[in-house]
Every structure is written in C-alpha cells, then in structure tokens.
C-alpha cells in the first residue's frame, strides 16, 4: 500500500505525472488500431490521431491512491479549460475533437461527473441534461479558475455546449504508472514465452522513451504510429527465438578512453606484437568489450544452453586452427622474422575482416552482428595462462618466456 505523502514540498506525484505521459501513450497505442497515431505535449497531455482525421486529446492524471474527483476537481476543470480552447480555435461544432481524462482517481458517485463515465452504473436524473448539471455545479465554485472556465463554457450556444459536452468521457482507475508493465506484458505480449517478457518490455520501452525524447526535442517531427510499436515489438520478439539472440551492444563503447598505445591485456599485447596499427586496435578493444558484454547479458537473461558459450568458443578454436595450419604452412624454424610477421597479420586479417561474414561461426544461425565473431577470438586470445587463438606464429613461446610458463 502506497504511503501519502505529508510533506508539503513533495512533488512526487507531479514528477510520476511527467513520467506517465510516455508510459501510458505506450500502453494506449498498443490497445489501438495500428493506424493511430500519437503525438506528446501538443494539443494536450496526448494527441490521438485516428485514420478517419478525428483527434482525441487526453488529459491524464496521477493522482495519490484514494483520491477522489468531484464536481469541483481542479483537474477536471484544468483539462475543460484546455478543451475549450481547442474546440474554439476548430470551429466548434465542426471540430473533429473528442476529449478524454484518463485519470489514476475514482469520480465520486455523488458527483455529476459520473455522466461522463464511458460505462455509468448510474446516470442520475436522465431528465437533466449535462449542461444544466454543469452549470449547477459551477454556481457552487469560488475558485478563479473555475469561474474562468465558466465564463468561456457560457459564450457557447445552448447546442454548442451540448455538443462540447458530448464529446467528453473520463476513464477513471486508470492504471497506476507501475502497474502499465505487467498490463502490457501480460496483454499484449502473451505470444511471447514467459520467460523472455521482461527482457523485451525493457528493450521495448528504451526505445519508446527514446522515440518520445526525440519528439519533444524536435529531433522528430512526425507523430509516432501503433504500427512503429507493433513492428518493433515483433522484432525484438523475434531475437529471443531459439536460432537467434538479441543484439543489444552494438555501437557501444566502454567508459573512459581507449588506450591502443598501451592497454596491457593480453589480446592487446598479442595484436601490437604483429604491428596492427592503433586505429585497427582500437576497433578491437570495441569488439572485445561488445562481445563481452553481449555474453554477460545473455547469460543474466538465461537465453543460453548449458554447455552452449563453450561449445561455440571450441568452434571458433577449430576454425582458427584450419585457417592457421594454411597459413603457417611453409613456415620454418629458419622463417625470417618479416616473414612470421606477415603471416601473423594475413591469420588476424581474415579474424578480422572474414570471419564475422561467415555462416559458419555464428553462435546461432541468425545471429549476424560481426562482434559476436570478432569479439570472441579476442576474448579467446585474452585467456590466461596461455590464450586459445594467437597470431604471431612464435607468440605462445615468447608469452611462455615471459610468464614462466611453457606449452
């Protein structure tokens, strides 16, 4: 149960309101048709836009549990004054407008604001239109803003105020900010195994917050559509079947600078050893760090077989080994050192530039993203005492004089 907050100078409901926006349009997008549309901090709170040019401006509100609307709420009337506004400046009845409240309240039974209910268990007095209830309940006000609201809402026509009133519906209960994940998990994402729910919500949602963000700082300038949120969905969706894996590192870079000059792990070592250039080896710390991450993060998903990872490394060892046992083919005791240099450098380039294209040495069939590959013979030529792939032909007996260690 949710404590109330009783410091005067809270704004945590304020600050869970900023955040529901984006969340709740999430939630609202994915219950509509895919052709709807949905634009954030425009006309109001959120703008819908169905496929027929009808707009649909909702009003949300957090409110603190057990907290109850009624006829002389303010944030009904804040929202009547921002949809007044709107139906004004669209000619009025020739408006193609709808306002909804979507609030996390309950409307008191009492209070006349049941009428708007989409489903009322009671509609009071069906004699008594809408408009005179309102105005029965405005006459009760002593709040400026109210009585602002009044003022504009009396310049409309006996029809007009029909007509504006007609349009409006409150949904209340709407769902709380935290429980809008497990609504959509478990609502909208029941093709997807259990297991792998929360994985693709979080994926799903990191890109929607991104989306918003692009919005609202113009990066975007178009509305955001249902179908954008069904087709990312299903792409995610689709990384986490079992001949594929989800790709969340790619163009990731790890904190701080990237040392080529210096960095002393044993990958790095290996790769100044054949002359690699600091550009080409700082591709290679990246690729090392993607891969590496990538592995952590599938294993704290629980995405792979046991005895998978190691079965994979053994098939990169075993490819590593054939193309090595050509290129090393002619090599001699008596080889000059250029000569080891440069069949170094021809088994990293083909590690490099081939080995991530080849179908063959992907962990899973449709797991493309070359890191995977290019990463993983650095983490296994990071392995200590003695790594599983090297390129120099002589570097396993000059690590070995180096650590004290042999073959």
């Known amino acids: 149960m949710e404590s109330k907050s009783t410091d ?9 309101g900023y955040i529901y926006q984006p969340r709740f349009a999430l939630l609202e997008l994915l219950r509509l048709p895919e052709s709807t549309s949905v634009l954030i901090e425009k006309d109001d709170d959120l703008d819908f836009l169905d496929k027929d040019g009808v707009k649909t401006l909702g009003s949300l509100k957090h409110k603190e549990v057990g907290d109850r609307l009624t006829d002389l709420s303010i944030d009904f009337w804040k929202s009547v004054r921002i949809w007044l506004a709107r139906y004004n400046r669209d000619r009025r009845s020739e408006a193609s407008l709808r306002f909804f409240l979507f609030t996390t309240s309950t ?6 604001l049941h009428d708007f209910l989409l489903d009322p268990l009671s509609k009071g007095d069906a004699a008594t239109p809408l408009s005179q209830l309102m105005d029965e309940a405005l006459a009760k006000t002593r709040s400026k803003l109210i ?16 007509d504006f009133l007609s349009r409006i519906v409150i949904f209340d209960g709407s769902p709380r900010i935290d429980d809008v994940p497990s609504i959509i998990k478990g609502q909208h994402m029941r093709s997807i195994r ?51 894996l989800p790709i969340t590192f790619r163009g990731k870079a790890p904190a701080g600078e990237i040392d080529a000059e210096s960095d002393p792990r044993l990958f790095v070592v290996q790769l100044r050893e054949i002359g690699i250039t600091s550009s080409r080896i700082r591709n290679a710390i990246l690729d090392y760090y993607r891969a590496f991450e990538q592995r952590s993060a599938w294993a ?21 080994g054939r193309f090595r046992d050509v290129v090393f083919e002619h090599l001699t005791e008596e080889s000059a050192d250029e000569v080891l240099l440069k069949a170094g450098q021809a088994l990293y380039r083909w590690a490099d530039l081939e080995s991530g294209n080849s179908s063959t040495l992907r962990i899973r069939e449709r797991v493309t993203e070359p890191y995977v590959v290019r990463g993983g013979f650095h983490i296994l030529a990071n392995t200590r005492p003695l790594p599983r792939v090297y390129w120099h032909p002589r570097f396993l007996s000059r690590i070995g004089n180096l650590l004290g260690v042999s073959e």
């Open 194 to 244: 259990r297991d792998f729910r929360d994985a693709i919500f979080q994926r799903l949602e990191g890109w929607w917050n991104d989306t918003v963000v692009n919005l609202l700082c113009g990066k975007r300038t178009e509305a955001i559509y249902g179908f954008e949120v069904s087709d990312k969905l299903s792409s995610f969706a689709d990384e986490y079947k079992s001949d594929n």
């Open 300 to 320: 704290r998903e629980n995405l792979l077989v046991s005895g998978e990872m190691e079965e994979y490394e053994d098939r990169l060892v075993d490819e590593w």
């Open 8 to 16: 005067q100078y809270s704004a945590g409901e304020q600050g869970l």
């Open 107 to 112: 409307v008191s039974e009492s209070s006349f």
């Open 147 to 162: 009585k602002a609201v009044a003022q504009e809402f009396r310049k409309l026509s006996d029809k007009e105020r029909d």
